[in-house]
């Protein structure tokens, strides 16, 4: 069965760094985008940016674009978010989602990577 | 960048028909994909391009795309549909994936 395995539940506090994952099980993964997506507490899903982990090209959201950084390493089969100073309004769910090419819908997501950031 | 207007809620009757549009400028030339989302799960897309159902997703679910407006249908309403749809689209702005705000389907 194809998944999309992220690390567990993370609390940190104001300006330290993170660093979440998510890992492939069951299919090619440099052939597929990795996404994350956003989800703060009450609020609707936002896209953040992407990785395709076959040459390590990334795409970011304007919204996203200087705050987190999106990777890959492909000998692992593993995508990753992370942050160098996170906020208090990082606090949300965060969730990795696969998809082939561009305009395809996202097939596959993570369960989900719960950030809470509070001093 | 593109913008995807959805109502926030919806109520319907168990065994009645929802329908869930999602508004955008000239959305019908774009191609629309709609997740559902319920609490502490992960998003399941329930239709894809417009109109095209995943494996596992029943019939009940049906999407239309035309002009300024996509709409998902669910037929038949039952309790297990209780949950937040969001539409989706690629756009060739600034922000290529875009989300609707969401709609809350509450079954009565």
């Known amino acids: 069965e194809v998944q999309l395995v992220q690390s567990g539940p993370e609390v940190k506090k104001p300006g330290e760094s993170l660093k979440i994952s998510c890992k492939d099980s069951?299919?090619?993964?440099?052939?597929?985008?990795i996404d994350w997506v956003r989800q703060m507490p009450g609020k609707g899903l936002e896209w953040m940016g992407s990785?395709?982990?076959?040459?390590?090209?990334?795409r970011y959201s304007p919204s996203f674009q200087g705050h987190v950084t999106i990777s890959a390493d492909r000998s692992i089969n593993t995508a990753y978010l992370q942050w160098s100073s996170l906020k208090a309004s990082d606090t949300a769910i965060y969730y990795c989602?696969?998809?082939?090419?561009?305009?395809?819908?996202?097939?596959?997501w993570g369960q989900g990577t719960m950030v809470t950031v509070s001093s | 960048s593109y913008v995807l207007t959805q109502p926030p809620s919806l109520s319907v009757a168990p065994g009645k028909t929802a329908r869930i549009t999602c508004g955008g400028n000239?959305?019908?030339?774009?191609?629309v994909h709609w997740y559902q989302k319920k609490p502490g799960q992960a998003p399941v897309v329930v239709i894809y391009?417009?109109?095209q159902w995943p494996s596992g997703i029943p019939e009940r679910f049906s999407g239309s795309n035309s002009g300024n407006t996509a709409t998902l249908t669910i037929s038949r309403v039952e309790a297990g549909d209780e949950a937040d749809y969001y539409c989706?689209?690629?756009?060739?702005?600034?922000?290529?994936?875009?989300f609707g705000g969401g709609t809350k389907l509450t079954v009565l």
């Open positions: 391009y417009d109109t």
């Open positions: 989706q689209v690629w756009d060739s702005g600034r922000d290529p994936v875009v």
């Open positions: 990785v395709y982990p076959g040459d390590s090209d990334t």
């Open positions: 069951g299919y090619s993964f440099t052939n597929y985008w």
């Open positions: 989602a696969r998809h082939e090419n561009s305009g395809d819908n996202f097939d596959i």
């Open positions: 000239n959305i019908g030339s774009k191609s």
